[in-house]
C-alpha cells in the first residue's frame, strides 16, 4: 500500500508561483520509480482533473491546455517524491489539489485510472 502526502499548497496573487510537493511511502509498496504520477485538481462543483502527468518508465510528461507553459511536473525517485511547480497562476487555478500514483506506463489519464491518493492540499489564487 503507498501513502501519499501533498504540501506547499496556500495563497498567492494572480501572477504568482507555487510549488506543490507530494512525498510517497509504505512499507510493501513497488518502488516509487515504478509508478506514473499525477497531479489533479478540484475546484467546487467541478469534476477533479488532470493537471499534470508523468509516466514512469522514460518520464513523459503530459499537461492539458489550461496549464501548459505554466505548470511544470517533475520527479526525483531517489527520494520518493513529485513536485508540481506552478507559475503565472491565475484565479481560475483555484483548487484542491491532489497528487495520484498508478501502475500504468503513462503520463495521462482520468482520475479513475489512478490507484492512491494524497489527501490533497488547496491553492487559492486572489486577483
Known amino acids: 500500500q503507498m501513502q501519499l502526502v501533498e504540501s506547499g499548497g496556500g495563497l498567492v496573487q494572480a501572477g504568482g508561483s507555487l510549488r506543490l510537493s507530494c512525498v510517497a511511502s509504505?512499507?510493501?509498496?513497488?518502488?516509487?520509480?515504478?509508478?506514473?504520477m499525477g497531479w489533479f485538481r478540484q475546484a467546487p462543483g467541478k469534476e477533479r482533473e488532470i493537471v499534470a502527468g508523468?509516466?514512469?518508465?522514460?518520464?513523459?510528461?503530459y499537461y492539458p491546455d489550461s496549464v501548459k507553459g505554466r505548470f511544470t511536473i517533475f520527479r526525483d525517485n531517489a527520494k520518493n517524491t513529485v513536485t508540481l511547480q506552478m507559475n503565472s497562476l491565475k484565479p481560475e487555478d483555484t483548487a484542491v489539489y491532489y497528487c495520484?500514483?498508478?501502475?500504468?506506463?503513462?503520463?495521462?489519464?482520468?482520475?479513475?485510472?489512478?490507484?492512491?491518493w494524497g489527501q490533497g492540499t488547496q491553492v487559492t489564487v486572489s486577483s
Open positions: 495520484a500514483a498508478r501502475k500504468f506506463d503513462s503520463s495521462r489519464g482520468q482520475a479513475h485510472e489512478y490507484d492512491y
Open positions: 509504505g512499507r510493501t509498496f513497488s518502488p516509487f520509480s515504478s509508478y506514473s
Open positions: 508523468i509516466s514512469w518508465s522514460i518520464g513523459s510528461t
